[in-house]
């Protein structure tokens, strides 16, 4: 339907651009009309209502008592000429005259139709744009309408591209006024947007953002050359306080559970935490970790960073004073980014005045309401929260696989049902438990296995050889084919004519 409208504006429903240009030209030459028109945008709440309803009562303040009198013609004249002669305070705030002609023709107006008859007449164009040909104000509704998270901009931008329209013809506001005026901007465009609220936490550590960023490359010697750092950093929603910044070369799970370990460790254990939805967030190693540390996982809406503005409005601070700023010959590896990223933190913003705190700082927030956080005063508990266990079935080369690796297990434990145990912060530590034993597993090595001898463990031998029964399934089975037992009819027939019934 666009690419029909669009040719329909170029085919013979276009309006001629010199044709145009002459008669602007020749309006502004024109002596009489020097003048320069505001546009004020139109909407269906009709400011332009409220102005015309001011201009009425300005009439009818001028005509005074004539409205109630019956003068004859002499009369009424000399009356419109002494009120022509006076100064009248207008809507707009100027002292202007009024000529005794346009003092009579409102009261005609009055007499006839009241009050009403005194509104100024609506344009006839009105709710329309004078500035953007018809054909192409329809064809901009359109290309709202199919998509309204096009911007009057981006919309005049296509129009120019596709050659309809020159850049100068008219401006972006005259499009926001024409979209404005059919309800295609504004408030009932934002009705298709979930509704947005200003919160905050009621308790320190009751809420927690989260969110990584982008930050400088650093030389990574796993990969061999230069990464791009990612920044995970926690901030407490009541206070603003930052618990923990730390860099990685890596956005997996166990870099985010590592960040969280040391918020956790450093500043409590937080009631919720609010997170968007990249796979460092929503893997299975974080939500097991949290429910074991009884913290809730709320993540919030595709696409809306808007709803942690918080951390968000953190990261534009961090990138000004730190990010912006830093000397890329001083740091040259990762803890020497992480080591001056908790240097400001702790060092500057948690203790400056904060804006959205009424000139508080952070950490003077944090603390006071730091008597009902819960924190971990033994550390092995801490740590003990970060494990993480498994079931897994053995194979019968006594292996079994976990998180895309393959380990072995002793022997004795082929085809039967074990629980891993792994560190999160630690993932290349595996072990199991055998009875009260713990014992470490690692990465099968084929290679080497296939250089191992093959050893069959003898059964033990019994202390007492076990009884001998003599019974031998086979040999019975014969016996019984052999000499059947004899049925009840056979039996009658043995005793009437004495008689043996044999198979052969």
């Keep these: 339907v666009i690419l029909r409208r669009l040719r329909l504006v170029e085919h013979g429903r276009r309006p001629h651009r010199e044709g145009l240009a002459r008669s602007r030209a020749k309006v502004a030459e024109s002596p009489q009309r020097q003048f320069r028109r505001v546009e004020t945008p139109m909407t269906d709440t009709a400011p332009s209502d409220d102005r015309r309803r001011d201009v009425a009562l300005f009439r009818l303040a001028v005509l005074g008592d004539l409205i109630h009198q019956h003068l004859r013609r002499g009369e009424l004249c000399a009356a419109l000429d002494a009120k022509a002669k006076s100064s009248w305070c207008a809507p707009h705030g100027r002292d202007v005259r009024i000529s005794a002609k346009t003092i009579e023709s409102w009261l005609t107006r009055y007499r006839r139709g009241g009050f009403d008859a005194l509104l100024p007449s609506v344009r006839s164009d009105r709710q329309r744009s004078r500035a953007i040909p018809d054909p192409v104000a329809t064809l901009i509704l359109e290309l709202k309408r199919e998509r309204p998270g096009r911007s009057a901009a981006q919309i005049i931008t296509m129009l120019v591209d596709l050659g309809h329209m020159h850049r100068r013809d008219f401006s972006v506001s005259t499009v926001q006024r024409l979209l404005a005026r059919h309800g295609l901007s504004g408030p009932r465009m934002e009705l298709e947007v979930p509704a947005r609220f200003r919160f905050r936490a009621a308790t320190t550590n009751e809420l927690w953002q989260v969110d990584a960023v982008h930050g400088p490359k650093l030389f990574d010697p796993a990969a061999g050359r230069a990464t791009t750092v990612k920044i995970f950093g926690l901030i407490d929603d009541r206070s603003r306080l930052v618990t923990y910044l730390r860099g990685s070369f890596r956005e997996r799970q166990e870099d985010f559970l590592c960040t969280l370990h040391e918020a956790v460790r450093r500043r409590g254990v937080p009631r919720t935490l609010l997170l968007d939805n990249h796979g460092s967030f929503t893997g299975a190693d974080v939500k097991v970790v949290c429910a074991q540390l009884g913290i809730r996982l709320v993540h919030a809406r595709p696409y809306d960073g808007a709803s942690k503005g918080k951390i968000e409005r953190f990261w534009q601070t961090l990138r000004r004073h730190v990010l912006d700023e830093l000397d890329l010959d001083a740091v040259q590896t990762l803890d020497d980014l992480n080591l001056r990223l908790m240097n400001w933190v702790d060092g500057r913003y948690n203790m400056q005045p904060h804006a959205g705190l009424d000139g508080r700082a952070p950490l003077a927030v944090f603390e006071e309401g730091v008597a009902d956080a819960r924190f ?73 296995n296939s250089r191992r001898a093959r050893v069959r463990e003898r059964p033990a031998i019994a202390a007492e050889a076990p009884a001998v029964t003599g019974i031998n399934g086979v040999e019975a089975l014969l016996r019984r084919s052999l000499r059947p037992e004899p049925s009840s009819s056979s039996e009658r027939h043995g005793e009437e004519g004495g008689a043996t019934c044999v198979p052969f």
């Design 376 to 448: 971990f005063t033994d550390l092995d508990a801490l740590a003990a929260q970060f494990v993480v266990r498994v079931e897994r079935r053995v194979r019968n080369d006594a292996t079994c696989a976990l998180g895309g690796r393959v380990f072995e297990l002793p022997q004795h434990l082929r085809r039967t049902q074990v629980r891993l145990y792994y560190a999160v912060l630690r993932p290349e530590i595996v072990w199991i438990m055998d009875g009260e034993t713990q014992v470490f597993v690692t990465e099968v090595d084929a290679v080497a």
